[in-house]
């Protein structure tokens, strides 16, 4: 049954990990994983009452994730029918490309915590379309981009997946991680930022001609910095919702997305229907990536039979055994991130290592976090972020290994060098 299990699981990470020549989206092959690795575990098991109690608890944390996404996308789809990111886009306003560079960067990190490492590459990416004229300039800002996106996930619990999955299985908590990965996460951004930036010394901005992108569908300016505001208010508000109430994320964010509806519905309640449907959240829902949410599900799910299977634990031990250091097998789980998805890497190593040996804010998962947050940034393939700018800007593979790759890496080991070093000075 075990090897069973663990033939499954491979066959269907690596369908994920081969998504694009597969031409199979890798949402099918979780799913199919998820089906396969139970039916297996339940034929195998023989108890059914251990088998319930088991899949519900697998369930309800899975349900969490995904409850917590589903409601932090929405959020964002509101914001951006309400042409709510001009807020900040109108305010970009420089010549050089350079200098264009650093701001671009630091809005990304920063924006990235609050919002997600994917949205926050596609509104960047979608606004240098609006600066940049030329694509050979548009293709470094997108790597940087990623850069910034991926390394500014991974300080914050709502910026990117894996640091959320985290953060709701109570390996970290908000503040913690915020002090111990801000500065090594920074680090990680500023150092391809800063190479960048030398390469494009000296040349100029070249703008395309304005397009009115709003299709007729035009918001007042209160409108847009309404819905800006509190759509981010809401999201930064979360973690002290959790703190203050010690209610799940989940519960926080989908009580913030009933207040973003209600005031939604006041605003536009006197407008015709056909006008203020692409404004509500019910548009909003029906544009959010449902195929993300599906594969979460399936990948949270066949990761949960390795975990009762006790399989995840044997791999820990033998881990240990043969690697022997903790920050060199986190480092490994970073590296290996730049080609398989970072999300089943950090849900097996949720189940690998137990509460109990490494209590929540252990060194481990503030430095799992990082690692497995910058480093699918090595990689075009290698996160979310990654992904979604490969197919805005269809940037060639081989272009990103050799114009970025190499920056991202150089970028990857100096924060995990100032974490450790951070780590030994404070420990």
């Known amino acids: 049954m075990l090897a069973a299990i663990v033939v499954i699981f491979i066959i269907a990470y ?8 597969l031409k199979v989206n890798k949402s099918a092959s979780a799913l199919i994983g998820a089906g396969l690795l139970w039916t297996v575990y339940a034929l195998s098991l023989g108890d059914t009452h251990l088998l319930t ?5 697998s369930l309800t944390a899975t349900a969490q994730i995904v409850f917590f996404l589903m409601g932090a996308m929405t959020i964002v789809e509101v914001v951006d029918a309400h042409n709510g990111f001009e807020v900040i886009t109108k305010r970009i306003r420089t010549t050089k490309l350079s200098s264009l560079m650093w701001l671009v960067g630091f809005v990304t990190f920063f924006l990235s915590a609050i919002l997600d ?8 990416i979608s606004l240098m379309r609006k600066l940049l004229a030329k694509h050979d300039d548009r293709l470094f800002f ?3 981009i990623v850069i910034a996106a991926n390394s500014g996930g991974a300080w914050s619990p709502i910026g990117d997946v894996t640091t959320t999955m985290l953060w709701i299985g109570g390996q970290i ?9 801000l500065l090594p ?26 397009v009115d992108s709003d299709h007729g569908l035009g918001t007042t300016e209160f409108e847009r910095n309404l819905m800006f505001f509190m759509g981010l208010g809401i999201l930064v508000a979360v973690p002290a919702f959790k703190t203050i109430t010690h ?19 006041l605003v536009h309640r006197h407008k015709e229907d056909e006008y203020k449907v692409h404004f509500t959240l019910a548009h909003a829902l029906s544009k959010i990536d449902m195929s993300s949410l599906v594969f979460f599900i399936g990948i949270l799910l066949s990761v949960a039979t390795l975990e009762h299977t006790h399989i995840l634990t044997s791999l820990a031990t033998w881990l240990d055994q043969t690697v022997g250091r903790q920050d060199v097998i986190v480092l490994i789980i970073g590296m290996v991130s730049a080609i398989v998805d970072n999300v089943p890497l950090v849900a097996a190593s949720m189940g690998m290592y137990s509460l109990t040996n490494f209590p929540a804010d252990h060194f481990l998962w503030q430095f799992m976090a990082y690692c497995a947050g910058t480093g699918g940034s090595i990689l ?24 970025i790759s190499g920056l991202a890496l150089v970028g990857y080991f100096a924060g995990a060098g100032l974490y450790l070093l951070q780590r030994g000075v404070l420990a």
């Not at 109690?53 to 608890?57: P, V």
């Not at 996460?185 to 703008?207: D, F, H, K, N, W």
């Not at 209610?247 to 519905?265: A, K, N, Q, R, S």
């Open 185 to 210: 996460a920074l680090v990680s951004m500023l150092v391809p930022l800063a190479i960048t930036a030398y390469v494009l010394r000296g040349r100029e901005v070249v703008s395309p001609e304005l």
């Open 117 to 124: 490492n994917l949205t926050t590459t596609i509104v960047m």
């Open 14 to 21: 690596a369908a994920i990990a081969l998504e694009h020549p």
């Open 53 to 57: 109690e088991q899949l519900g608890e």
């Open 247 to 265: 209610l799940p994320p989940f519960m926080g964010i989908l009580f913030g997305l009933g207040v973003l509806w209600l005031v939604g519905d």
């Open 380 to 403: 075009i393939i290698g996160s979310a972020a990654g992904v979604a700018a490969m197919g805005l800007e269809k940037i060639h593979f081989f272009w990103y290994v050799k114009k």
């Open 173 to 181: 908590t908000s503040l913690a991680i915020m002090k111990a990965v």
């Open 142 to 144: 997108a790597g940087i």
